[in-house]
């Protein structure tokens, strides 16, 4: 993956162009960057074309300016994909990801082939008193990284990943992550609940591990349910699935993303 960044603003972003295919889009969860996916690149380079962002605060895409906003993220995806010449996507997102992805198809519908959101919920019909529930628990989070991010890391990896090697490389991403980049997801409540909900003109998989909280596998199995979408819960994995089980995670993206080329083929 060739390391670049975007002028005038920021990011930092990956691009891997080998393949004569579609591209496919990679979101990274909160508190890592895109290293989090290098299962998925090693498996999907050449198959498909290859993009990645470090989100704003996160990984190199931390030289900011005055103005700089996290919600600003589907306007700087939208200009790498002028810069690049890249008329449409399937995009994958985890956890935080799945939240930028979904405000990217709310302003650039035209420019989505899929989605495909593990860990996350759907910011156009946000239920804001479930989250109260896990609220309490994230204040505590919060405090022990403002305290020491090796402390919060340690508590993190344990929420973010199922099996030792996923919460290893977790951590070791995870302690990378600055203080001061907190400030930044506070714009993350401007994504929600902002775009009325409507029918999707692309796919949509939703997911989880089954070892992830019951709140998250309950959100996506009504998510699934209210939109008749495909969805999978994986074994063995927890939040972070793809870096829990990333044999079985790769092999649902590809039977999805194979789908929806049959669906979009059958059309034509």
């Given at each position: 993956?060739?390391?670049?960044?975007?002028?005038?603003?920021?990011?930092?972003?990956y691009?891997?162009?080998?393949?004569?295919?579609?591209?496919?889009?990679?979101?990274?969860?909160?508190?890592?960057?895109?290293?989090?996916?290098?299962?998925?690149?090693?498996y999907?380079?050449?198959?498909y074309?290859?993009?990645?962002?470090?989100?704003?605060?996160?990984?190199?895409?931390?030289?900011?300016?005055?103005?700089?906003?996290?919600?600003?993220?589907?306007?700087?995806?939208?200009r790498?994909?002028?810069?690049?010449g890249?008329?449409?996507a399937?995009?994958?997102?985890?956890?935080?990801?799945?939240?930028?992805?979904?405000?990217?198809?709310?302003?650039?519908?035209?420019k989505?082939?899929?989605?495909?959101?593990?860990?996350?919920?759907?910011?156009n019909?946000?239920?804001?008193?479930?989250?109260?529930?896990?609220?309490?628990?994230?204040?505590?989070?919060?405090?022990?990284?403002?305290?020491?991010?090796?402390?919060?890391?340690?508590?993190n990896?344990?929420?973010s990943?199922?099996?030792?090697?996923?919460?290893?490389?977790?951590y070791?991403?995870?302690?990378?992550?600055?203080?001061?980049?907190?400030?930044?997801?506070?714009?993350?409540?401007?994504?929600?609940?902002?775009?009325?909900?409507?029918q999707?003109?692309?796919?949509?998989?939703?997911?989880?591990?089954?070892?992830?909280?019951?709140?998250?596998?309950?959100?996506?199995?009504?998510?699934?349910?209210?939109?008749?979408?495909?969805?999978?819960?994986?074994?063995?994995?927890?939040?972070?699935?793809?870096?829990?089980?990333?044999q079985?995670?790769?092999?649902?993206?590809e039977?999805?993303?194979?789908?929806?080329?049959?669906?979009?083929?059958?059309?034509?």
């Open positions: 993956m060739k390391n670049l960044y975007l002028e005038n603003s920021p990011i930092a972003y691009i891997d162009d080998s393949a004569n295919s579609d591209w496919l889009v990679f979101v990274h969860a909160a508190f890592v960057d895109h290293r989090m996916f290098n299962k998925q690149y090693e999907f380079s050449g198959k074309n290859l993009l990645a962002i470090d989100l704003l605060g996160h990984g190199k895409s931390v030289h900011t300016r005055k103005g700089d906003c996290i919600e600003k993220t589907s306007e700087w995806i939208n790498i994909f002028q810069k690049h890249i008329a449409s399937h995009f994958v997102g985890v956890s935080l990801g799945s939240v930028f992805i979904q405000d990217f198809a709310n302003k650039y519908e035209n989505v082939l899929s989605l495909t959101c593990f860990g996350g919920y759907d910011v019909n946000f239920d804001m008193e479930r989250q109260k529930e896990n609220s309490k628990a994230q204040m505590g989070m919060m405090f022990k990284a403002m305290i020491s991010v090796k402390w919060f890391a340690k508590a990896k344990k929420i990943a199922y099996t030792q090697e996923a919460q290893t490389e977790f070791n991403l995870n302690i990378q992550f600055r203080k001061k980049s907190f400030k930044y997801l506070a714009g993350l409540q401007k994504l929600v609940n902002k775009y009325p909900k409507k999707r003109q692309y796919g949509l998989l939703v997911g989880c591990g089954e070892h992830d909280i019951p709140m998250e596998i309950e959100i996506v199995n009504d998510w699934a349910q209210s939109e008749n979408c495909n969805k999978i819960i994986l074994k063995d994995a927890g939040h972070c699935a793809n870096m829990d089980a990333p079985a995670f790769n092999l649902c993206l039977n999805f993303l194979k789908s929806r080329q049959d669906k979009n083929q059958h059309k034509l």
